[in-house]
């Protein structure tokens, strides 16, 4: 076997296991690390290529291979280490499948762009008007605080038009006019360059039915992707809405983008060379069907896992429902890059929510503040279920 396949197939838990105490907490393993002796510092975790490890005293660059671990703890060379595996140094050429080839994706024309501009620049200002007050009001129940709405350019249309196609350049050469609805407007605008303009509209008699786009849009962009972080972990989300929270919310802790929704595919040709700067990916996809199609899509990014957001209430199944039922976004993203970090959580007067004994308090007003560990988390909603 190559080191691809040993990597991959290698019971590296099993080995870790016999050289320190390991307890499991959610995806990981935790103890004292085998090299450096630190409590806690240690944990081994299970990707889609085999499991891998970290020490955050001995190994803090980052988590590291099976056979990384096999020469740390014999002393030896690779050659050995692998040798040792039941691998060997492989340097055939392997046959290998192709990925599909993709084109390489451009903006919208530059017309398009001017009118986009001009229209966000409106939007953004009938926001902040008495005409975009209960809009306003929307996004702040959301979370999102005023800052973040104003550096997102976030707007508001009061009523739905039409428009000329020629003022937006004649997009698709469609001669039909361009419908404008009337919602809130997120500007898809990227590395200032607006590839799309996204509308949440407002529909009572269908209500899953919420987005509208403007014609000539380029929707499956990746939203935030200019404000990735080179060597700190990237976050994909499901929407714009709960990207510009999580981002508001975990500050430098990580990079946060979006594709926009569940069903948009990304194209590696336009976007993969943002993809080169994260250290790894944890994929918060909604907890439905549709959010786990869309996450499968993104689990071959390397060091990539899948995020499940705990349902603090019934009928929770994204971040932005996280926040709003007293959970502590930032505690959740470092829980999941450091398996040892508590999540918090402040309980609303009313709930009676099950706790880890001192690891809680109960203020004036009748909330409750309390932590946990991932596992323990996971313990404590299935009894309140």
Sequence with gaps: MNAQDINQTFDLLGLAQGDTKLKKSG??????CPFCGGRDRFN????SNGWRWHCRHCANDGYKTSIDYVMRREDCTFKQALETMGGSIDLAPHPRQDPPLQLPDNPPSESWQARALQLVDRA???LWDARGSKALAWLRTRGLCDETIRTAKLGYIPQSYSEKPEAWGTPNDDSEPIYIHKGILIPGVIASKAW???IR????ADPKDKYRGVRGNKSASLYLADFITVDRPAVFCEGEFDALLLKQEVKDLASVITLGASTNKLNLATWG?????PSSFLIAYDADEAGKLGGDDLTWLHDAQRLQVPALRKGDKDLTDFHKSGG????LIESAIRPDAPIFITWQAGVNPATIRGK???NPDNTIEAFYLRDELDSCLLAMA
């Excluded at 995806?27 to 004292?32: M, V």
């Excluded at 502590?328 to 505690?331: A, D, G, I, V």
Aim: proline letters at 3%; aromatic letters at 18%.
């Design 360 to 362: 809680y308090r109960r």
């Design 27 to 32: 995806a990981f393993y935790i103890g004292a």
């Design 196 to 198: 799309y303009l996204k």
């Design 328 to 331: 502590n976004l930032y505690s």
């Design 124 to 126: 953004q200002a009938v």
């Design 201 to 204: 509209i407002h529909n009572p």
């Design 44 to 47: 081994l975790t299970q990707k």
């Design 273 to 277: 060379i943002y993809l080169l700067r």
